[in-house]
């Protein structure tokens, strides 16, 4: 009779969970966090397969589109401040690489951001639904020790994400537009994305200013490498100061307080 009414008990938790739309925000980001797993695996082997790409891709569409809408709902009226909300930023970009070609490096930041929010919804969620920790002492152990590290390595992760978006996928995107393999359109968008998260991102901002003092140093007098050639110096200058003049016309915008 007793064990009747746990399992009862168990059914009516995990009835209620499924009706809660944030379990469909965390079934999101497993699928893309596995399918991710599986691209990065079948590019590792020379055997690419895009089908787990756009998958990931599409998991990341149902978790920012789940947590946009909680976060903003539905916009009686378009205005362009809707755009200051990092989920809309992180949803508006996954769109454009769900309807581009593969680019590798840009699942990156999406796979990191779904490993940590998985495990905090199943330590947070999924492990006290189906084992109650006041009747199962290790399962509380359990839920602490993934806390621990999720909370440990939050802070690096935020900072990886970062350095990739600024150090690993503009550079890929600009190098793909000098050898036609990826369209102009790619480049500027997400260097519009990484204009409006300059703002918005302690992260991005640390990211942005030390990579910057790094180009300076090797490419600019009076400490540039004694094999640069002074064309290529006179190019990053100029560049810069582009990027300088396009970055300083958004002007600063208030810090997200959303989550994804």
């Known amino acids: 009779m007793e064990s009747t009414v746990l399992q009862e008990s168990l ?155 600024v150090v690993v996928v503009i550079p890929r995107l600009l190098l793909g537009v000098l050898l036609f393999r990826t369209s102009i359109l790619a480049l500027i968008i997400f260097s519009h994305f990484v204009r409006l998260r300059y703002y918005l991102s302690p992260h991005t901002q640390q990211a942005v200013v030390k990579s910057t003092l790094m180009l300076d140093h090797w490419l600019l007098p009076p400490t540039m490498h004694p094999r640069v050639p002074s064309w290529l110096s006179k190019v990053y200058f100029n560049l810069r100061g582009m990027l300088v003049r396009y970055g300083s016309a958004t002007g600063s915008a208030p810090p997200s307080t959303t989550t994804r």
């Not at 492990?127 to 152990?141: S, T, W």
Request: proline content about 5%.
């Open 11 to 165: 059914v009516d938790r995990i009835k209620l969970l499924v009706k809660h739309p944030q379990f469909y925000w965390w079934i999101g980001h497993v699928f893309l966090v596995c399918n991710s797993i599986l691209y990065f695996t079948s590019v590792s082997s020379f055997h690419s397969d895009s089908v787990y790409y756009y998958r990931a891709y599409l998991g990341a569409l149902v978790s920012y589109a789940i947590v946009s809408y909680k976060s903003t709902g539905l916009p009686k009226r378009w205005h362009l401040d809707i755009f200051r909300n990092e989920n809309i930023q992180y949803l508006a970009l996954a769109f454009y690489w769900y309807s581009y070609q593969p680019v590798t490096v840009t699942l990156v930041p999406y796979f990191v951001f779904s490993l940590f929010h998985a495990f905090g919804y199943i330590q947070s969620t999924i492990v006290p639904v189906l084992f109650p920790m006041d009747q199962h002492p290790l399962v509380a152990q359990l839920c602490q020790t993934i806390k621990t590290y999720t909370d440990q390595y939050h802070e690096s992760a935020m900072q990886l994400t970062a350095y990739t978006e």
